[in-house]
């Protein structure tokens, strides 16, 4: 059974910086293409990152130039690196997983808050 636990949420100024992780278990990490979403108060669900198993990534306009996906294999982990954080980057974010089959998995998601 796969599982996801995100962690690293929380409040932050803006401006700031903040790193959230997403550990998984239960399937062939290094296979998967690994993902950041995030939902806002009041919005629909978007795309934040993205990376593949090649490390191939791909960013929301949003976010590019200020947010960095990254991976570690060997710690089934998925990281998401944000700086200069905006109050509208505010939202809980939720970490998926894409096997080569196309199944989705998500974690439960862990708040965000830029706020002065």
């Known amino acids: 059974q796969v599982q996801l636990q995100e962690s690293g949420g929380g409040l932050v100024q803006p401006g700031g910086s903040m790193t959230l992780s997403c550990v998984e278990s239960?399937?062939?990490?290094?296979?998967?293409?690994m993902g950041w979403y995030r939902r806002a108060p009041e919005k629909q669900r978007e795309l934040v990152a993205t990376?593949?198993?090649?490390?191939?990534?791909n960013y929301a306009d949003s976010v590019k130039g200020r947010f960095f996906i990254s991976r570690d294999n060997a710690k089934k982990t998925v990281y998401l690196q944000m700086n200069s954080l905006k109050p509208e980057d505010t939202a809980v974010y939720y970490c998926?997983?894409?096997?080569?089959?196309?199944?989705?998995?998500w974690g439960q998601g862990t708040q965000v808050t830029v706020s002065s």
């Open positions: 990376m593949t198993s090649s490390g191939r990534s």
């Open positions: 998926t997983l894409e096997t080569p089959l196309q199944n989705t998995y």
């Open positions: 239960g399937s062939i990490f290094r296979t998967n293409t």
